[in-house]
């Protein structure tokens, strides 16, 4: 089945570690996202990438570092330089079109990330 | 900047009953409104995307409709079950260069059999 696969899905890290979260996707989508959740507060944009080897900052990109060496993977990494990390990671892909948004994302399963 | 709200930001009501989510943007000149389920402690799962140029979208029970020049968006669930419970959340995509979705805080519909 294809699909988007976060892991691990529960992460426990100490402040002050830096952290990966991984994102892989067999859509064959070329746009990746990913989104921060925290309750009572919509999602919010932290990293996107259109295309391998490219990726822009979102809203709330600081803090946080993304890479996309392959088109199938979009890793996520917390720093210790992000002040409030503990939240829940939601990774999506779409198909991407410069003369098209109208492709619906599809999300992973999420990470929820502790941090103590 | 592009503002989604959804109220209310949780609703309960008896298996069988119809009802309807709301959605509110700022800004008119969006690209698309896509309306999605969470489960608890899940991701999203899209239930409806709408183009600018539509005025609605169906699937099954659920029928969704869109009027930018009030921005506006209703989900209309028909015959609510108890399976309908969870978060929805919508997001619009507005013109700014690329495919970047504004979140609603979501609207939590638990169906009580």
């Known amino acids: 089945d294809g699909g988007i696969t976060q892991s691990p899905k529960y992460l426990f890290r100490k402040e002050g570690q830096n952290v990966t979260l991984s994102c892989e996707q067999n859509l064959n989508h070329d746009a990746m996202y990913w989104y921060r959740q925290d309750p009572g507060q919509g999602l919010r944009l932290i990293y996107y990438?259109?295309?391998?080897?490219?990726?822009q900052k979102g809203d709330i990109a600081e803090g946080y570092s993304v890479s996309r060496e392959k088109k199938e993977s979009f890793p996520l990494t917390v720093t210790s330089a992000q002040k409030n990390p503990t939240a829940f990671y939601l990774c999506a892909s779409s198909m991407y079109s410069t003369s098209s948004y109208n492709s619906p994302l599809h999300f992973g399963n999420g990470t929820r990330l502790t941090v103590t | 900047k592009q503002e989604v709200t959804q109220i209310p930001a949780a609703l309960s009501v008896p298996e069988g009953e119809n009802l309807v989510l709301n959605c509110s943007f700022t800004d008119s000149a969006i690209y698309n409104l896509q309306w999605f389920r969470q489960d608890p402690g899940k991701g999203l799962t899209s239930l409806l995307l709408i183009q600018s140029s539509q005025r609605e979208q169906t699937s099954g029970r659920l029928n969704a409709s869109l009027d930018k020049s009030s921005g506006r968006s209703t989900l209309y669930i028909a015959a609510s079950q108890p399976g309908d419970s969870a978060t929805y959340l919508c997001a619009v995509i507005d013109f700014q260069g690329a495919q970047k979705l504004v979140f609603g805080q979501g609207t939590r519909l638990t169906i009580n059999p």
């Open positions: 990438s259109q295309i391998v080897n490219d990726f």
